[in-house]
């Protein structure tokens, strides 16, 4: 099962993106906190809402609405993200997650780590972003993004390869203290693909210049 969770942050550029994103077949939708007010614009009606619902009026929240206090240790996406394991879900689309207040953006590529820990894919999406996080694997990259970063996240990567791409890397040692995958792009014609043997990448599509 899929799962596709709405977050709070600004999304821009229309939602036809999301449209296209969308996992088709037998999918959970949530609403994390503000993230209802898109579930409503793309005429979707979640499956649950969740979230100390500080971004919505009051009157505003459904019947049913899964509440928890503004102090809590969890992030609103975090709970979603929680609820989706707890019923089985097996890849997650998170909208909603990039391009608001940096902090936020930082906490959604730790809730990428989080589900990488737990055996699954996330991608965080927005109109010009794929973002994932790849761990001891292989993953082959999307062409429609133009250009491609990889982060050593929380430690030292090894076995680093890229393949398909127009500054191709063998067997490399990434630092989380040196950004040497920045910028890449894919080699006409060729699929790119990247792997690590040790450690955790964070993987950075976007379709901007």
């Known amino acids: 099962m899929k799962c596709a969770i709405f977050g709070a942050a600004p999304i821009t550029g229309g939602l036809d993106y999301i449209r296209s994103a969308m996992p088709e077949g037998d999918r959970v939708v949530?609403?994390?906190?503000?993230?209802?007010?898109?579930?409503?614009?793309?005429?979707?009606?979640?499956?649950?809402?969740?979230?100390?619902?500080?971004?919505?009026?009051?009157?505003?929240?459904?019947?049913?609405?899964?509440?928890?206090?503004?102090?809590?240790?969890?992030?609103?996406?975090?709970?979603?993200?929680?609820?989706?394991l707890a019923l089985g879900a097996d890849e997650f689309f998170l909208f909603g997650g990039l391009g608001g207040r940096l902090d936020h953006t930082y906490a959604n590529f730790q809730t990428l780590a989080y589900l990488s820990e737990h055996n699954v894919r996330g991608w965080l999406l927005d109109e010009n972003h794929r973002v994932c996080m790849l761990e001891n694997g292989e993953l082959a990259l999307s062409p429609e993004y133009r250009y491609l970063s990889i982060f050593a996240y929380g430690g030292i990567c090894t076995g680093v390869t890229i393949t398909g791409a127009?500054?191709?890397?063998?067997d490399a040692v990434l630092e989380p203290s040196f950004p040497l995958g920045v910028s890449n792009c894919h080699a006409p014609g060729d699929q790119m693909r990247v792997s690590v043997k040790e450690g955790s990448l964070l993987i950075i599509q976007t379709k901007l210049s």
């Open 30 to 84: 949530i609403a994390a906190d503000g993230g209802l007010r898109y579930t409503a614009a793309l005429g979707l009606t979640p499956d649950i809402i969740i979230g100390d619902m500080d971004s919505v009026r009051q009157e505003d929240i459904p019947a049913g609405a899964i509440l928890y206090p503004s102090r809590k240790d969890d992030t609103d996406m975090m709970l979603a993200v929680k609820k989706g």
């Open 166 to 170: 127009e500054y191709p890397l063998d």
